[in-house]
């Protein structure tokens, strides 16, 4: 059995609509309408902060602002670090980098064809080198560096240049002078070219830093072959100097000793030929010095033979001669 009057009650439940009773539908929600000065109001404030953002800049520490004028074209003061107010919508602003930068270009850090600079020395030898560039740009010439390079400045002209001198001045040197004493003389003459290429460019040259020399193998060990048996002849060089001067030493030693003895005869050949001279013009001296070098045992001393006599000095002068016996007188006739 079905109630009929169930669909009835369905249809004309309060929690549904009645299409017949009720036929509009859900009651719709109020409008909302904005007036037009509210909207001029909106309007203008977004665009003034539109304007505002466009009109203040911030340069970061370190870095410098390129000015670029839609009306003038680069400006050529930059800015400096801290905020700025520019032109709205008519001036851009670009950032460069005014700290310390490094360009490397080496093996390990290849990038497409960048990598170690290969060059010849002077006799022809292939020489690799690894190299490092600090550098900076010129803070009071960054619009010219805008205008001129542009951001792009270091693909452009930095890494040629750097290539370009170092090949250069590879090829003045010797493949064993660049590996052995004249790896110095070698960066001062890349620091110098590469100075003028840099200030031409509105860039400063810090530092070149050459990491690595690279020379094939068999020229490294014939010249290394060649330094070996150099510094052997230098120490063979140096011993027959030092036995040179040993022997030098010695004939100077001799030599001294010979004048010396020279000197010596010479002055006791003067000493006695003024002793004779002094004797023969003073015979009483001969007396003096035979006495002086008799022993003190003996009592005598001869004296020459016109006129002198021994003499008994122990008993001079205590004993007297014998007198001569008296003759007798002759008695008188």
């Known amino acids: 059995m079905t109630n009929s009057g169930n669909d009835n009650d369905r249809g004309?439940?309060?929690?549904?609509?009645?299409?017949?009773?009720?036929?509009?539908?859900?009651?719709s929600r109020p409008q909302i309408r904005l007036s037009p000065r509210l909207g001029w109001v909106l309007g203008g404030v977004l665009l003034a902060g539109?304007?505002?953002?466009?009109?203040?800049?911030?340069?970061?520490?370190?870095?410098?602002?390129?000015?670029?004028?839609?009306?003038?074209?680069?400006?050529?003061?930059?800015?400096?670090?801290?905020?700025?107010?520019?032109?709205?919508?008519?001036?851009?602003?670009?950032?460069?980098?005014?700290?310390?930068?490094?360009?490397?270009?080496?093996?390990?850090?290849?990038?497409?064809?960048?990598?170690?600079?290969?060059?010849?020395?002077?006799?022809?030898?292939?020489?690799?080198?690894?190299?490092?560039?600090?550098?900076?740009?010129?803070?009071?010439?960054?619009?010219i560096l805008h205008r001129e390079l542009g951001r792009n400045y270091i693909n452009t002209v930095l890494r040629p240049q750097v290539r370009s001198k170092v090949?250069?001045?590879?090829?003045?040197?010797?493949?064993?002078?660049l590996i052995s004493n004249q790896r110095t003389q070698l960066e001062t003459s890349i620091t110098t070219e590469l100075e003028k290429a840099f200030t031409r460019n509105n860039l400063i040259l810090d530092a070149i830093l050459l990491r690595e020399l690279?020379?094939?193998?068999?020229?490294?060990?014939?010249?290394?072959?060649?330094?070996?048996?150099?510094?052997?002849?230098?120490?063979?060089?140096?011993?027959?100097?030092?036995?040179e001067i040993s022997a030098q030493r010695d004939v100077v030693q001799a030599q001294?000793?010979?004048?010396?003895?020279?000197e010596t005869a010479k002055g006791e050949a003067e000493a006695l030929s003024l002793r004779g001279r002094a004797l023969k013009e003073n015979p009483q001296l001969i007396q003096l010095t035979v006495a002086e070098r008799l022993a003190p045992g003996i009592q005598t001393v001869m004296l020459p033979s016109d006129g002198n006599f021994l003499l008994d000095l122990k008993s001079f002068g205590t004993q007297t001669l014998p007198k001569a016996p008296a003759t007798p007188a002759k008695p008188a006739n």
């Open 214 to 243: 690279k020379i094939p193998e068999s020229v490294a060990n014939a010249i290394e072959e060649k330094q070996t048996a150099e510094q052997q002849v230098a120490v063979e060089k140096n011993r027959l100097q030092q036995a």
């Open 256 to 262: 001294g000793k010979a004048k010396a003895a020279i």
């Open 167 to 177: 090949r250069d001045s590879i090829g003045q040197f010797g493949a064993a002078d």
């Open 50 to 143: 539109v304007v505002v953002s466009q009109s203040i800049r911030v340069i970061p520490a370190g870095f410098v602002g390129v000015v670029f004028s839609a009306l003038s074209g680069v400006k050529p003061i930059p800015l400096e670090a801290g905020l700025h107010f520019v032109m709205p919508f008519v001036d851009g602003v670009t950032l460069y980098d005014a700290r310390l930068q490094e360009v490397t270009l080496a093996r390990e850090t290849a990038q497409t064809d960048e990598g170690s600079i290969r060059a010849r020395s002077k006799e022809g030898l292939d020489i690799t080198a690894d190299v490092t560039i600090q550098f900076r740009i010129d803070r009071s010439k960054a619009a």
């Open 12 to 27: 004309s439940s309060p929690l549904r609509p009645n299409p017949v009773n009720n036929p509009s539908g859900p009651p």
